[in-house]
């Protein structure tokens, strides 16, 4: 199936520093989502986004859908220790079952 | 609310031997349902999927096997398990294909 290239593929940053990840796909998607994974857990929906130019915040998390709709971006403010885990992105495209996964982000926070 | 449950969490088996993993969903009609693996510090690949009892996708050939016996139960099997089937096994529920899945605890599996 299709790889989204996300990047960086892993972070070290001071607690307090803000963070910026992005993730870019060969093809257009109409759904762009963004998960966090805890050790040993499976992974949590962080935030959705459903049109090109949308921009979401969770929290200290903000998410946007790239203009092209090939990619988007995560930025985390203010880090925090709890914040260390794999970040994946996803993009949906049309059909069944059409979503794709990034292969991850690995943020560790040095308090 | 809705929850989902996985079992076993940890799983040490020996080559050969079968694989029997569960999970369940509650609070929720007709889920569509999926199997991930992760293998170590990798990605997740979509095993199966079933949008309905007795119905499931395939996506990647192997020796696993799926089944969706009743609508909020998802069954992952094997008849002998190999050492690459080894890793953290995720099953996930959604409402329609939307892309948002709610995903499980894990299973970690270690084949030895």
């Known amino acids: 199936g299709q790889q989204l290239n996300q990047s960086p593929q892993s972070m070290f940053i001071q607690e307090g520093e803000d963070v910026s990840m992005n993730c870019t796909s060969s093809?257009?998607?109409?759904?762009w989502l963004w998960y966090k994974q805890e050790p040993g857990e499976g992974p949590v929906l962080l935030i959705a986004?459903?049109?090109?130019?949308e921009l979401t915040s969770n929290g200290r998390l903000t998410a946007q859908f790239g203009i092209t709709r090939k990619d988007s971006f995560l930025n985390i403010s203010a880090s925090i220790p709890s914040d260390v885990g794999i970040y994946f992105c996803a993009g949906r495209g049309t059909g069944a079952n059409n979503l794709f996964f990034g292969t991850g982000t690995r943020l560790t926070v040095i308090p | 609310s809705q929850t989902i449950h996985q079992w076993p969490a940890t799983l040490v088996q020996p080559v050969g031997s079968p694989l029997s993993l569960e999970c369940t969903v509650e609070?929720?009609?007709?889920?569509?349902l999926y199997w991930y693996r992760q293998a170590a510090g990798r990605g997740l690949q979509l095993l199966f999927y079933?949008?309905?009892?007795?119905?499931i996708s395939s996506e990647v050939p192997q020796n696993l096997s799926a089944s969706r016996p009743q609508d909020r139960q998802f069954i992952l099997s094997s008849k002998k398990l190999l050492l690459s089937d080894s890793g953290f096994y995720l099953c996930a529920w959604s409402v329609g294909f939307t892309g948002e899945l709610f995903f499980g605890e894990g299973s970690r599996l270690t084949v030895l």
């Open positions: 093809s257009i998607f109409n759904t």
């Open positions: 609070g929720t009609s007709n889920p569509n």
């Open positions: 079933s949008v309905g009892i007795g119905q």
């Open positions: 986004l459903y049109k090109a130019g």
